[in-house]
């Protein structure tokens, strides 16, 4: 079956610590998405990558990280400098105006 | 820059038709999203709008008008399962492929 996995599906980090959020796709799809969606709100794009080795910032990439290494995979990792990183997170593929998504991390900071 | 605006809730009554309206200011676009969302879960493509016009698939249909700068998302025989959130999104020209999302309307289905 083709798709996004995400995981884990519940994640929960004590303050301070940094975690890395997984992301696959084998859609065989260029372009990845990280957005942030908290309760009751649309979703924030965080990054993204139009091509391997290559991704921009999106509109509140303070505190993340991600890396593209390869096509199928886009990690993200929320560092201890993200000062509210309790959200769902979710990614996504697309192969031209049509998003895929996962379906997402919720991340609690305890 | 870029915005879209939807309703941030509308109620209708099951098997009445509804109308989720998403208006926008952008300087360029390539066609108009939308998207479905159940609480909890992930947002799911549901049409796409390249051309001005109507498009129909089964119960959900959606328009553009780019002269309007205005397009909505049509919901007809409602039913409670289609109580979720509704997004808009564009990809705007010279945005690197990504989207721009409304708020979202959050629909809710009534017996």
């Known amino acids: 079956d083709g798709g996004i996995t995400q995981s884990p599906k519940y994640l929960f980090r004590k303050e301070g610590q940094n975690v890395t959020l997984s992301c696959e796709q084998n859609?065989?799809?260029?372009?990845m998405y990280w957005y942030r969606q908290d309760p009751g709100q649309g979703l924030r794009l965080i990054y993204y990558s139009q091509i391997v080795n290559d991704f921009q910032k999106g509109d509140i990439a303070e505190g993340y990280s991600v890396s593209r290494e390869k096509k199928e995979s886009f990690p993200l990792t929320v560092t201890s400098a993200q000062k509210n990183p309790t959200a769902f997170y979710l990614c996504?593929?697309?192969?031209?105006?049509?998003?895929?998504f996962g379906p997402g991390t919720r991340l609690t900071v305890l | 820059g870029q915005s879209l605006e939807q309703p941030s809730e509308v109620t209708a009554v099951e098997g009445a038709i509804v109308q989720i309206n998403c208006t926008y200011q952008t300087s360029g676009f390539y066609g108009l999203s939308w998207y479905q969302q159940h609480d909890g879960g992930a947002p799911t493509f549901l049409s796409y709008?390249?051309?001005?016009g109507l498009e129909e698939t089964g119960r959900f249909s959606s328009f553009l008008s780019r002269s309007d700068s205005y397009g909505y998302l049509l919901l007809q025989e409602l039913q409670m399962k289609d109580s979720a959130s509704y997004f808009c999104a564009v990809r705007g020209y010279n945005q690197g492929g990504k989207l721009i999302f409304g708020q979202g309307t959050e629909l809710s289905v009534k017996p």
């Open positions: 859609l065989n799809h260029d372009a």
């Open positions: 709008n390249a051309l001005d």
């Open positions: 996504a593929s697309s192969g031209a105006d049509t998003q895929y």
